[in-house]
């Protein structure tokens, strides 16, 4: 069974430095990863998403993730954080070998901007 | 395309009781999700369709939980006899076969 581990349920950092957020996948097929963020009382907004092509993955918003096969990692960063990044970031798996299939969850990491 | 919606996107109802949400897709999605969401957790899949079709169900979807989606565009997940376990947060996803899944904004429930 796939599943995903995000290091740190709270990360906290000051305006302008740099955001890193770390996940960790288990999976027995080449996986889809992805990074999901929610603002609070809304859905989830896709930021990136990495299914087997390039291994540096550009998304919304300045967030990139950079996929580790020898690492099995997926984790997310910014140069320099703004006050509007503050929300809940999920890292997902994807089940199966389509983006269409179901999506596998962490338990999120809640980032908050010091100003 | 105004995305996928919910409703209502607040329900607060007394154990015991059956409650009905609706989801509508992007217009042209064939796939709708449904998963919860407890809180200080990441979403859990509940059920999927592609179309009018249920593929697949979750473990956690128990028999008090029914879902449709009899025209293939807008589905309805039911609770029956709810529990104070089933309070959560209930989302919808919608996809075209092959892309990414779109989040609707989700619908709390609060079960007192």
């Known amino acids: 069974a796939q599943s995903v581990t995000q290091l740190g349920s709270h990360v906290s950092v000051s305006e302008g430095a740099l955001v890193l957020l770390r996940c960790n996948y288990s999976?027995?097929?080449?996986?889809?990863l992805f990074w999901y963020v929610q603002y609070p009382n809304q859905g989830l907004q896709l930021l990136l998403k990495?299914?087997?092509?390039?291994?540096l993955v550009k998304g919304i918003n300045g967030f990139e993730a950079e996929f580790k096969k020898s690492e099995t990692s997926f984790h997310l960063t910014k140069p320099s954080a703004h006050m509007s990044d503050a929300a809940e970031y999920f890292c997902a798996v994807s089940e199966g070998l389509s983006s269409a299939s179901k999506i596998i969850f962490g338990s999120g990491t809640r980032l908050s901007i010091r100003p | 395309d105004t995305g996928v919606s919910q409703d209502p996107r607040h329900k607060i109802t007394k154990r015991g009781q059956n409650v009905t949400f609706r989801c509508d897709p992007i217009s042209e999605h064939n796939r709708l999700y449904w998963y919860r969401q407890t809180l200080g957790q990441g979403p859990e899949f509940l059920t999927y369709?592609?179309?009018?079709?249920?593929?697949?169900k979750s473990r956690l979807l128990s028999d008090r939980f029914s879902a449709e989606r009899p025209k293939g565009s807008f589905s309805t997940l039911e609770i029956q006899r709810t529990e104070q376990g089933d309070s959560a947060m209930y989302l919808c996803a919608s996809s075209l076969e092959g892309s990414e899944q779109y989040f609707g904004p989700g619908t709390r429930l609060t079960v007192t």
């Open positions: 999976s027995s097929v080449p996986p889809y």
């Open positions: 369709f592609q179309n009018e079709a249920q593929l697949e």
């Open positions: 990495y299914t087997s092509a390039a291994t």
